[in-house]
């Protein structure tokens, strides 16, 4: 439209000036006509630059372009002409401009390629109708979940980048590449790979499976005490997750005395204890990482629980210290989401160079020595 005006303008100018020829009117008759000023400021939010920032002046009917660049490591938010946001352009040009104008650009961290660049995730095995299956920007919170089947128990996810992930439903950070979630499941009654379960201190023929321990936790006699290491039944899980069954613990509360304690991998286990009301329990996962950090004389080891939360009851993690010595103080300290650490309470190594630190929910802790 406005280039129509300006066509219209310049043929106008034409014909005046053809007709001033045509009637032989004297060369001073026409006067050209003075053209208006008007201002057209630009602005530029923190995070790039936008060019001829400030005001400037422009004559009416003229042409003004502006070019926008964004800081290294920022891409455009969107840009604004008169206050109507026009979206993320990184160039505008105000064309036979008859008004004062106003263009502001504002920024966010990021780059344009990240912002587009969504990944695909394949969720497979899944019984539900939303799994979670899609396309999303690197670093988005994914929730995933394998919904349920009759006759089976989920038995963990695997990842094609090779994580795992023991809950049914689950909450990851999508990550820079397509991934593909694998559900797996087994048979009920059955025990999965992805959790081989064994009695370690029994003498006569060990024990495998929830089922079965289940059943030797509500038998247990004082000739298993003898043949045994005292009243503390031991077990360990292998596989990729530590899921402690409900049952089981159901069973040890009706048994006065006992313990279970329950180890997964090198670095820590979980002592449940049959004189305690177990009744909020409900089953848990109990699947940790382990880190470790020396400076000097003084070392950290830290515990991060895979699913933080409740337990449903209350539990002892026995965690083992390499480089104490028995007698040796050590103090606990619970970290939140953010790494801060407030202090818990102090323990003492014990014989086995182990310390034991009382929980009633997953909450990460760390123990300095």
Not at 60 to 80: A, L, M, Q, S
Not at 233 to 239: A, D, L, T, V, Y
Request: glycine share 10%; net charge negative; charged share 20%.
């Amino acid at each position: 439209m406005k280039s129509a005006k300006k066509s219209l303008r310049m043929l106008a100018v034409v014909l005046a000036l053809a007709m001033a020829v045509a009637f032989g009117m004297p060369g001073n008759v026409m006067t050209a006509q003075a053209r208006k000023t008007y201002h057209i400021t630009a602005k530029a939010a923190a995070g790039g630059g936008i060019t001829d920032e400030g005001t400037h002046n422009v004559r009416e009917d003229d042409d003004k372009t502006y070019h926008i660049y964004p800081d290294p490591g920022h891409r455009v938010n969107y840009v604004t002409i008169d206050g109507k946001n026009i979206g993320a352009v990184t160039e505008y040009t105000f064309e036979d401009v008859d008004d004062d104008h106003e263009i502001c650009v504002y920024f966010i961290s990021g780059t344009a390629e990240s912002a587009v660049s969504k990944k695909s995730l394949n969720v497979l095995g899944s019984f539900s109708l939303k799994n979670g299956s899609g396309s999303y920007a690197p670093n988005t919170k994914v929730t995933v979940d394998a919904g349920v089947v009759a006759g089976f128990r989920f038995a963990g996810w695997t990842a094609s980048d090779g994580r795992i992930y023991p809950s049914a439903v689950t909450t990851i950070a999508m990550p820079k590449y397509d991934l593909i979630l694998y559900a797996n499941w087994v048979a009920e009654g059955m025990d999965g790979v992805m959790s081989q379960i064994a009695t370690t201190n029994l003498k006569d023929e060990q024990i495998f499976g929830w089922a079965a321990i289940t059943d030797k936790l509500g038998t247990f006699t004082a000739k298993d005490l003898q043949n045994g290491s005292g009243n503390t039944m031991n077990m360990s899980i292998g596989g990729f997750n530590c899921y402690v069954d409900a049952a089981a613990i159901a069973v040890l509360n009706t048994r006065p005395g006992m313990a279970l304690n329950v180890s997964y991998g090198a670095d820590a286990s979980f002592t449940f204890y049959g004189d305690m009301d177990n009744s909020l329990f409900f089953g848990t996962e109990l699947s940790y990482m382990c880190t470790t950090k020396s400076v000097g004389a003084v070392h950290e080891k830290e515990i991060h629980f895979a699913e933080p939360g409740v337990i449903g009851t209350a539990v002892t993690a026995n965690v083992l210290l390499p480089e104490a010595v028995a007698g040796q103080a050590a103090y606990v300290y619970l970290v939140d989401a953010n790494g801060n650490e407030a202090l818990y309470l102090p323990v003492v190594v014990d014989g086995a160079n182990r310390v034991s630190v009382p929980l009633s929910a997953k909450v990460d802790f760390r123990i300095k020595y």
